[in-house]
């Protein structure tokens, strides 16, 4: 731990930084519905095309939406 504690503290940091010095960041969080389809126990045909009838298990899937932006674009 001491060997990388001291070469740490002996870096050097860039002599030019390039990006921006401030940066705006937004977060949205949401839910989404997903689902698959999965053979209905009965053996019912559907009307228009002679299939098997399915059945959709639903489910929601929390999602994260981000952007980040520099500070001066202050349009979201």
Do not use: F, H
């Not at 839910?31 to 399915?54: C, F, M, V, W, Y």
């Amino acid at each position: 731990m001491l060997a990388l504690g001291t070469k740490y503290n002996n870096l050097v940091p860039p002599k030019r930084r390039s990006g921006w010095n401030r940066v705006l960041v937004e977060l949205d969080d949401c839910q989404i519905r997903t689902g698959i389809l999965l053979a209905s126990d009965t053996e019912e045909l559907t009307l228009l095309r002679p299939l098997k009838k399915r059945k959709r298990k639903t489910d929601w899937c929390e999602v994260r939406v981000g952007l980040a932006r520099p500070v001066q674009n202050k349009e979201s």
